[in-house]
């Protein structure tokens, strides 16, 4: 029983600390748990000192919110071409943000800045059920996406020199990156229209790349360096495009995925692939894709005639495509 006139315990240091959001407007409200506050003050709560090992949940409700990425607005910032930077100084021990699936946005001002940049040391960022239209980065932390989308996402004016992944840029070995039941819509960069991997490992279930564009190699994808991907469950690349490096003459081609990383296995194809589509796995549940190679709509669709209409390996792992 507690006793009178004392203050109460705080809460241990493994409870959540729970903030909610709603409105666009950028004033600096106190946000004390359960409070309404704007999306600025919200995220500023991962840096409070009286939260430190605290885990945050950040639930944000339907609408369009955009971060001020402006100094000194966002104090958490890199000064210019990062909004939010998540390292070793965040006091949080892991950041929940938590939409409403298909009807909560998050842009920057200025438009398309980097919003956020996990590195590592920092916390693990988990998102769930927003719509971006600014692009991220991995340095060396985890990062996890469900149910969320990109749209129009690309490195605007005031984004820094770093051009490529259009949604998602991933480097340093350290780098976890989860995506699951995500969508990359109409992305674009100067390699890597969506996504930019060359450290790191990346797994993508259940995703879906179409219409992103790459001024020079992968459409949708690059996979460089030392970087391990997978792609699962369905996920499904078509109608992205990149320049064409085989002719002088400047022009492009369907290219969903490019890949320079000359690892063995360095990305792999798991089925099941999206109903209707196959790939060339002669039996197999997986395919290693190709070091040098590049690769236009992935899956293959089924052939005029060939139903697909079910994901058994048989069904999916040759240009039979039929169930």
């Not at 939010?84 to 909560?104: K, Q, Y």
Request: overall charge negative; some cysteine; glycine content about 12%.
């Amino acid at each position: 029983m507690a006793v009178v006139g004392m203050p109460p315990s705080p809460p241990p240091p493994s409870s959540t600390y729970v903030v909610s959001i709603d409105g666009t407007g950028d004033a600096w409200t106190a946000c004390e748990a359960g409070r309404v506050c704007s999306l600025n003050a919200a995220i500023s709560v991962a840096w409070a000192a009286e939260r430190n090992g605290q885990p945050a949940a950040i639930h944000i409700g339907a609408g369009d919110f955009v971060y001020d990425c402006r100094y000194p607005r966002a104090p958490h910032s890199n000064g210019r071409d990062i909004c939010v930077v998540l390292d070793e100084a965040t006091h949080a021990s892991d950041i929940r943000l938590i939409g409403v699936p298909g009807l909560t946005t998050i842009r920057t001002n200025p438009e398309h800045n980097t919003l956020f940049d996990v590195r590592e040391g920092g916390p693990k960022l988990k998102v769930e059920g927003i719509t971006f239209k600014a692009p991220h980065k991995l340095s060396g932390g985890d990062l996890r996406l469900t149910d969320c989308a990109f749209e129009d996402s690309y490195h605007g004016a005031d984004s820094g020199g770093d051009d490529d992944g259009g949604a998602l840029h991933v480097s340093n070995e350290l780098s976890v990156l989860n995506v699951d039941n995500t969508r990359f819509e109409r992305c674009s960069a100067q390699d890597g229209g969506a996504v930019y991997i060359e450290a790191g490992s990346a797994d993508f279930s259940n995703c879906v790349f179409t219409e992103c564009v790459a001024a020079g190699l992968g459409g949708a994808i690059y996979v460089g360096g030392t970087a391990k991907v997978a792609l699962r469950s369905g996920t499904n690349l078509y109608t992205n495009t990149a320049s064409d490096p085989t002719t002088s003459v400047q022009r492009t081609r369907l290219e969903s995925i490019h890949i320079t990383n000359k690892a063995e296995r360095a990305v792999v194809y798991q089925l099941p692939a999206p109903l209707g589509h196959y790939i060339d796995s002669f039996g197999q549940p997986e395919l290693a894709l190709n070091f040098t190679g590049w690769y236009h709509d992935f899956p293959t669709k089924c052939a005029a005639g060939f139903y697909g209409a079910d994901d058994a390996l048989g069904s999916q792992s040759s240009t039979v495509c039929c169930g």
